[in-house]
C-alpha cells in the first residue's frame, strides 16, 4: 500500500511586503485530514494553491514523499486533486470533453477507461455530458470540477470551499467522497462552513495560526 | 541420474543463459531504454493533446482565426490601394510581405496563452501537467496556426500584386516553412510572458520586435534571392541562420518557460 506524507516546513506568503500568513507547518499522513479556516482574506485559498504547487511560498518548504521517497515538486500534480472556484473548465467544451482532453494530457492511458462516465454518473452530470459547459449552471460547474479533480484518483484531495454553488444532493455526494477520502488518502479543505469541518480532524485557524503536529 | 543435454549443455546451462539474456535486455539495458520512452512520453503525449485541445477550441471559438483574417484582409487592401498601378521593385515589395506577415502574426499569435489566462483556466492546466509539454503544445498550434496564415499571404500577395514574381519557388516556400518554424518559436514564448501582464496588446508587438528583427532580416534576404531567381545553394546560408535562431530560441524557450508559467 502507498504510504504518502505531505510535510510543511515554517512557510511564510507575502504579496508585496503584504504578510499574509507566516510560519506555518505540518505534517500529514494517509488517512489524515486537515481544515484550513479563517476569515475572508485571512489566506485558506492562498495556502490551499501553496499546498497544490500553483504558487511558491515566500519563504519554507513543501515536500510530498511516498513510501518515504520525495516526490519531485514538478510531479506533485500527479498525487493532487483540487476542487476550488479558481479552477475553471473549458466552456467550448462539453463535459464529457473536458473530463477525456483532462485523461488524455495528464496521459493516464488506458487507465482512465470508463472513468469519465463513472465519474459523471457519481456527480449527478450524466444526462448533460454532451452539453457545452457554458450551459451548465454554476451547480453543474461544480459538480465537473470534482469529476475532473478525481479522474487521475489523487493521494490528496485539497477542496477549496467544498459545498459552494451546491445543492443538497450535490453537498450529500461531496459529503460522501470526504468520508471516502478519509480513509484512503489525505484530505484538505479550506472552509468555514460547519457541516464541512465534521470531516477533518486537525484544524488550522489562519487568524490565530495554530499549527499541527 | 542421467539428464539430457541440448548442444552438449545441461538444462540448467540452457536456463541460465535465457535468463542472462532476458536480463542483460531487460534489467541491464531495459531501464534506460524505458526511462527514454517514459521520458519522451511524458513530454510528447500531453503537448499532442494540448496541441489538439487548442486547435479544437480554436475552431469552436475563432478567437485567433478572425482577428488573423480580419489583420491580412485590411492590410493587403491597403498595399493594394496605395501601391495603385506603381513599378515598385520586388526588394520593396519582399519586405512588404514580411512587414503584413510580423504584424499579421501579433494580432492572432498571442492568444494562444492570453486566452487561458482571460478564461482562467491557467491554474487548470497547470495542475493537469508539466510546464515543458505546455509550452511544446503551444509551440506545435502556433507553427500550423503561422505556416497556414503565411501561405493564405503568400498566395493572396502572389495573386494581387503584379510585380511580386518567383523567380525560385523552392527558395520562397523553404524561406516560408522555415520563417513560419522561427516566429513560432520566438512569439509563443514572448505570448506567455505577456499574458501576465496588464497592457497585454500593446506590449507583444514591442517585445518581439527586437527579438524577431535578426530573423525578419534573414527571411527578407531569402524572398529578395527568391525573387531574383538565386539558385536553392545561395540560400542555404540564410536557411542555416533560420534554423539556428530556431533551436536557440526554442531551446531557450524551454528552459525560461518554467519560471514564467509558475506564479
Keep these: 500500500m502507498k504510504q504518502i506524507t505531505l510535510s510543511i516546513e515554517s512557510i511564510s506568503k507575502e504579496f508585496n511586503r503584504r504578510i499574509i500568513f507566516e510560519n506555518i507547518s505540518f505534517s500529514l499522513s494517509q488517512k489524515d485530514s486537515l481544515a484550513i479556516t479563517g476569515r475572508n482574506g485571512s489566506g485558506k485559498s492562498t495556502l490551499a494553491k501553496i499546498l497544490c504547487g500553483l504558487l511558491t511560498p515566500t519563504k519554507g518548504k513543501i515536500s510530498l514523499s511516498m513510501n518515504e521517497k520525495e516526490i519531485p515538486a514538478a510531479d506533485i500534480h500527479r498525487h493532487i486533486g483540487l476542487v476550488s472556484p479558481y479552477i475553471t473548465m473549458y466552456d467550448e467544451f462539453s463535459g464529457m470533453e473536458n473530463l477525456l482532453v483532462f485523461a488524455h494530457i495528464r496521459n493516464l492511458g488506458s487507465a482512465a477507461d470508463g472513468d469519465p462516465e463513472r465519474l459523471l454518473r457519481q456527480f449527478g452530470i450524466y444526462e448533460r455530458r454532451n452539453d457545452e459547459v457554458r450551459t451548465y449552471s454554476s451547480g453543474m460547474k461544480q459538480r465537473l470540477k470534482y469529476a475532473a479533480a478525481m479522474l487521475h484518483h489523487p493521494e490528496i484531495l485539497i477542496l477549496d470551499e467544498p459545498t459552494a454553488n451546491l445543492d443538497e444532493e450535490g453537498a450529500a455526494t461531496v459529503h460522501k467522497l470526504m468520508r471516502v477520502q478519509t480513509g484512503v488518502g489525505i484530505l484538505i479543505i479550506a472552509t468555514n462552513d460547519a457541516k464541512d469541518l465534521k470531516f477533518a480532524v486537525h484544524n488550522i485557524d489562519l487568524n490565530k495560526v495554530n499549527s499541527v503536529a | ?263
Design chain 2, 1 to 263: 541420474m542421467h539428464s539430457s543435454t541440448r548442444g552438449g549443455r545441461s538444462p540448467l546451462a540452457h536456463y541460465d543463459s535465457i535468463f542472462k539474456t532476458y536480463y542483460h535486455q531487460n534489467l541491464e539495458c531495459g531501464p534506460a531504454k524505458l526511462y527514454l520512452e517514459d521520458a519522451l512520453k511524458s513530454l510528447f503525449v500531453p503537448a499532442y493533446y494540448i496541441f489538439l485541445k487548442d486547435s479544437r477550441s480554436e475552431l469552436r471559438t475563432r478567437y485567433a482565426l478572425n482577428a488573423l483574417f480580419m489583420f491580412v484582409v485590411t492590410a493587403l487592401s491597403i498595399i493594394l490601394f496605395s501601391l495603385g498601378s506603381e513599378a515598385v521593385s520586388s526588394d520593396v515589395l519582399s519586405g512588404i510581405l514580411w512587414v503584413v506577415i510580423f504584424f499579421s502574426s501579433m494580432s492572432g499569435l498571442s492568444r494562444t496563452f492570453v486566452s487561458e489566462e482571460e478564461r482562467g483556466t491557467v491554474a487548470t492546466l497547470q495542475l493537469l501537467t508539466r510546464p515543458t509539454p505546455v509550452y511544446v503544445g503551444k509551440l506545435i498550434f502556433n507553427f500550423f496556426l503561422t505556416l497556414s496564415l503565411n501561405v493564405v499571404i503568400s498566395l493572396l500577395y502572389l495573386l494581387l500584386i503584379n510585380n511580386f514574381v518567383i523567380q525560385s519557388p523552392a527558395i520562397f516556400w523553404t524561406t516560408i516553412v522555415l520563417g513560419s518554424a522561427a516566429i513560432a518559436s520566438a512569439s509563443t514564448i514572448i505570448a506567455a510572458i505577456i499574458a501576465k501582464a496588464n497592457t497585454k496588446g500593446t506590449l507583444y508587438p514591442v517585445l518581439s520586435f527586437p527579438i524577431m528583427l535578426p530573423l525578419l532580416m534573414t527571411v527578407m534576404n531569402a524572398t529578395r534571392l527568391a525573387t531574383e531567381g538565386a539558385f536553392f545553394a545561395e540560400a542555404l546560408g540564410e536557411f542555416q541562420i533560420l534554423i539556428s535562431y530556431t533551436v536557440v530560441i526554442t531551446t531557450a524557450s524551454i528552459v525560461l518557460f518554467e519560471y514564467v508559467w509558475k506564479d
